[in-house]
């Protein structure tokens, strides 16, 4: 039903209002319930039961399938690589299988679903970008390997055919990798042959017991019951809507029958829609919870009957309808059996393992394989290593170097042609002997020492000659790497001087760049010309020194990376001083391996680095809602005000207790509150501080004590009450409302130490600035009522000028809340024939009791902490002979006295703070977010209690008792009133 806004009075109007209101929020109620219902049904297939579970299964075994024929290859990170991708597969197939409901679902659920999808994709795209990472690596790490490896192989065979040893490589790389590779491949094709006829029976034996435990009719039946359950429950929420649209009608017709208007029969119309959605909404519940409860059966059912499968599954031993099922198999098919008994989620991740145990048992890495069956060749390799050591060719062939070679091999000549000329004559000379002795043998053994000892000569000298080459070859080599790193650091210092020249050179640029900006900004005519010219300046200014840091260690560190280069250089060298070119290939080979992992290493620390960063980020996408966002960005802004009150207020609060206890000053020696000497408080005095204050200082409990609670008792309403008075005032429409309300704020703004001392009179009794109404007439109007009347108004003149400067921020306060205050209100209440007076405690007070609540806070804190001695004694009592808080921190004589004083101020404070907040908080705030049904619900709560408690105490019949015993007097009371009214009437007359 529509109503127009002309065609309502003022209370139709603000009851539709709240009525909408209220409606809206009784809808969202039943929508987040319908919505909490549907949660688990955030999710629903595309296709059938069966046909998803029958294509799931079979795509799970063929992955499954996939992944262990993979393990038998030669690169074993393959099997990785694939079940990533696989698991991939699966789960695009399952997202793309079962769509999120867009509609009757609460957006929190379906951000969570959508969250969890994009996680788990992310999850699985990380695995697959790791596993090809990992199988890219070792397929390059095999070629290097076998690069390597033919490497030296060429090389050997060059320096065996100069030596006329070829027969010592039996048997090259190329071929025994070929072989190796095809041996492998073979026991690989036999171990897929071995678990393919495993696979086929498994595939039958899964397929069997998944039709057991998918049960398929029962769930496309609980399907389709869910389909017709959703819709009753969409068709329920639409009733509902309609039923809290006619209750807003009904609110209001209701307000407009009180106003005497013709409605009835719109309103029996409603009434009869009321009862119409009532009992449609009663069918659809019952309905619905007859389809949970038949949904519940079947579950139930379904439950009953997978109880009996897994008792089956666990018990089955034969399997001989398998075709040739050996015995090995009928033990794995056992096993594979009994996973069946887990949840279906669970099944696979059991057949995996059973099946890969089972097909990896006698299975060996081709890496390990390759260990194992290389051991040969490479014992091979190093006997030519040992057997070339007497070829040995410097890694560095240069000019010198070729020199020094030169000339060893023409000395190692000259004593070779030396040695054989002696052995040549020496055996002359035995001949010689020996045909003119006869064949003495005492000659023989002396030539036979003779030939020894030459011999032996010519060994020593062959080493002399050896050790100087190595000499002077490591000395040219020594030489020249030292030279290497001079050039090096030359080329460092070169940076260096380069890096500084180009930042003279720019700060030149900028000096010139400054005096040119200068002559533009005196012809500039604009300021944006000016603040462009002045920003360009800048950039140049920016540039004398942008880079040079980042330079200068670049520089540095390719210094270093050059002298490391240089240093394994040198290793190489000295080493092909002393063994063949295969061993220094060797290690040059395991050096450039040793880099290519730190490389590897680094390249693969940031590959991680990125792939965690952006699980992370899904993680935290995941699992934040959007009320857990908020609630941090709550307790982020929260901690800076936590932080600050924690270092600026708790901390002072909690250590003036310790000082209160204490006794502690400039006089006694600076000594410390904490630890000292082995004690924990070493100046703790207990209590003393306080029973000095109640029992010793008399002047604090029977002058500074009731002075202060004095102040507080007096100046708190006075204040609050003006200022609520002028806020009112204020608040109206009056010419020069906002300079009047500038005038009233102002004290607050300009109060200075002048003005204080002159509110304070200068450390005396009383202020300079003085108001009184001696001799005036309200003097003595107060007069003919009391002197206590004339004393109260007369301290109220007299500290006027105080009031009107404590209440700036109250009037602020209340200004801002009467301004909140919706004007309707006041129609309402003047069209139920309220007045003014009415209008300010029926409508104004309570909107505004908060605002009193702060109001009053404000003013408390404000006398507590104001530096005037007859208000505030405890703080500043202006004489020395009796301090305050003040005089006593100031001269530093006893700061625990000063603490304690302190302490029984803000008890005082508090006892106020606690009646204000008794008076003036909101006790019905919870009613607020009520209905209107629960509000009425407690108002005849209240007037059944209030009836109990009448009839208790019997008040009914107090009352009737005083009336009859007040009766004559009140007749008497009527009597004299009616007669005097009779007299001005005939004296009128």
């Not at 500039?524 to 040079?548: C, H, M, P, W």
């Amino acid at each position: 039903m529509e109503f127009k806004d002309e065609e309502l009075s003022v209370v139709a109007q603000s009851t539709l209002k709240f009525a909408k209101e209220e409606a809206e929020r009784e809808f969202e109620k039943v929508r987040q319930k319908y919505i909490k219902k549907r949660k688990s049904n955030a999710v629903h297939l595309t296709t059938s039961v069966e046909d998803y579970e029958n294509t799931l299964t079979e795509l799970r075994l063929k992955h499954l399938k996939e992944d262990l024929n993979a393990y038998f290859d030669v690169n074993p990170k393959l099997y990785a690589y694939v079940c990533a991708m696989n698991a991939k597969e699966e789960l695009n197939f399952i997202h793309e299988h079962n769509k999120i409901h867009r509609h009757d679902v609460g957006r929190e659920t379906i951000m969570k679903e959508i969250v969890t999808r994009r996680f788990d994709s992310v999850k699985v795209d990380n695995q697959l970008e790791k596993t090809k990472y990992e199988k890219e690596k070792y397929e390059k790490e095999e070629e290097r390997d076998y690069q390597h490896r033919m490497d030296i192989e060429k090389v050997a065979k060059e320096l065996l055919q100069q030596a006329n040893k070829e027969d010592l490589l039996v048997e090259s790389y190329a071929t025994i990798y070929s072989n190796l590779v095809q041996e492998f491949e073979k026991i690989c094709d036999e171990n897929k042959a071995e678990l393919d006829s495993l696979f086929e029976k498994v595939d039958l034996l899964v397929k069997e017991n998944f039709k057991k435990i998918a049960f398929t009719a029962e769930k496309t039946k609980i399907t389709e019951i869910a389909k017709d359950r959703d819709q009753k429950a969409r068709d329920l929420l639409a009733i509902h809507r309609q039923d809290i649209d006619n209750n807003v009608d009904y609110k209001v017709l209701k307000v407009q029958l009180r106003e005497k208007l013709p409605v009835e029969e719109k309103l029996k119309k409603v009434e009869e829609q009321k009862e119409t959605y009532k009992k449609q909404i009663q069918d659809l519940e019952t309905q619905i919870n007859q389809l949970n409860e038949e949904i519940q059966s079947i579950e139930k059912a379904i439950d009953e009957k997978r109880k009996e499968n897994q008792k089956e599954f666990v018990e089955r031993v034969d399997f001989s309808e398998l075709n040739n099922v050996t015995t090995e198999e009928a033990e794995v098919l056992h096993k594979i059996n009994s996973c069946f008994v887990k949840e279906s989620e669970e099944i696979f991740d059991a057949l995996i393992e059973i099946i890969n145990e089972y097909g990896k048992k006698n299975f060996v890495p081709f890496d390990i394989y390759k260990k194992e069956h290389i051991q040969n060749y490479d014992q091979q390799i190093q006997t030519i290593n040992e057997t070339l050591k007497t070829f040995i060719q410097p890694i560095d062939e240069k000019k010198k170097e070729k020199e020094i070679i030169a000339s060893f091999a023409t000395q190692l000549n000259e004593v070779k042609k030396g040695y054989q000329d002696a052995l040549h004559a020496l055996q002359l000379e035995e001949k010689e002997k020996l045909s003119a002795e006869n064949e003495n043998t005492s000659i023989k053994e002396e030539y036979s020492l003779k030939y020894q000892e030459l011999k032996k000569q010519y060994a020593e000298k062959v080493d002399d000659l050896t050790k100087q080459k190595e000499n002077a070859l490591l000395e040219l080599t020594d030489y020249f790497y030292k030279e290497k790193a001079v050039l090096a650091k030359k080329q460092y210092l070169q940076d260096k001087k380069d890096i500084k020249q180009a930042r003279l050179e720019r700060k030149k640029t900028y000096k010139e760049k400054k005096k040119e900006a200068r002559q533009k900004l005196k012809r500039a005519e604009s300021n944006f010309a000016k603040i462009e010219i002045r920003e360009t300046l800048q950039v140049y200014k920016k540039e004398i020194k942008e880079g040079d840091k980042a330079k200068y260690k670049k520089a540095k560190r390719d210094y270093k990376n050059a002298l490391k280069q240089i240093k394994k250089e040198k290793e190489i060298a000295i080493l092909s001083l002393s063994q063949p070119k295969t061993v220094v290939l060797q290690k040059i080979y395991e050096n450039d391996l040793h880099a290519a992992e730190k490389r590897n290493e680094i390249e693969e620390k940031e590959f991680y680095k990125d792939l965690n960063k952006q699980l992370k980020l899904n993680r935290y996408r995941k699992n934040m809602t959007k009320a857990r966002r908020e609630n941090i960005l709550g307790y982020i802004f929260l901690s800076v005000w936590a932080i600050g009150f924690v270092i600026l207020t708790l901390y002072p609060l909690i250590y003036t207790i310790f000082l209160s206890f204490s006794e502690i000053g400039y006089n006694m020696g600076y000594d410390p509150l904490f630890y000292e000497n082995g004690k924990l408080f070493p100046n703790w005095i207990g209590f003393d501080n306080y029973s000095s204050l109640i029992f010793s200082n008399t002047s604090f409990l029977y002058e500074k004590l009731p002075t202060f609670f004095m102040s507080m008792a007096f100046f708190l309403p006075i204040v609050v009450f003006i200022a609520f008075v002028l806020a009112m005032l204020l608040n109206t429409k009056i010419v020069g409302r906002t300079f009047f309300r500038v005038i009233y704020f102002l004290p607050v703004i300009i109060i200075s130490g002048p003005l204080l001392s002159m509110l304070n009179g200068n450390g005396g009794d009383q202020s300079t600035i003085i108001l009184s109404i001696d001799g005036t007439f309200i003097a003595t109007v107060l007069e003919a009522i009391s002197e206590q009347a004339v004393e109260y108004a007369d301290f109220i003149f007299q500290n006027f000028i105080i009031i009107l400067w404590m209440t700036g921020v109250p009037i602020v306060l209340f200004i801002s809340g009467l301004q909140k205050i919706d004007r309707s209100l006041y129609e309402a209440a003047e069209i139920d024939g309220a007045n003014k007076w009415q209008a300010l405690w029926t409508v104004t007070f309570p909107l505004i009791k908060s605002v009193i609540l702060i109001a009053c806070l404000f003013t408390i804190v404000q006398i507590a902490t104001i530096d005037i001695t007859w208000i505030n004694p405890i703080k500043s009592s202006g004489d020395s002979a009796n301090p305050g808080i003040v005089e006593l921190m100031s001269s530093g004589s006893n700061y625990g006295l000063a603490a304690a004083m302190a302490w029984v101020q803000t008890l005082i404070v508090l006892i106020f703070v606690g009646i204000v907040f008794l008076l003036f908080r909101e006790k019905e705030f919870v009613e607020k977010q009520k209905s209107y049904e629960e509000v009425e619900r407690l108002k005849a709560k209240r007037v059944q209690r209030k009836a109990k408690l009448n009839a208790f105490f019997h008040v009914d019949a107090i009352k009737r008792g005083w009336a009859r015993a007040t009766a004559p007097i009140v007749k008497l009371h009527h009597t004299r009133q009616l007669k005097a009214k009779k007299r001005q009437e005939e004296k009128g007359e």
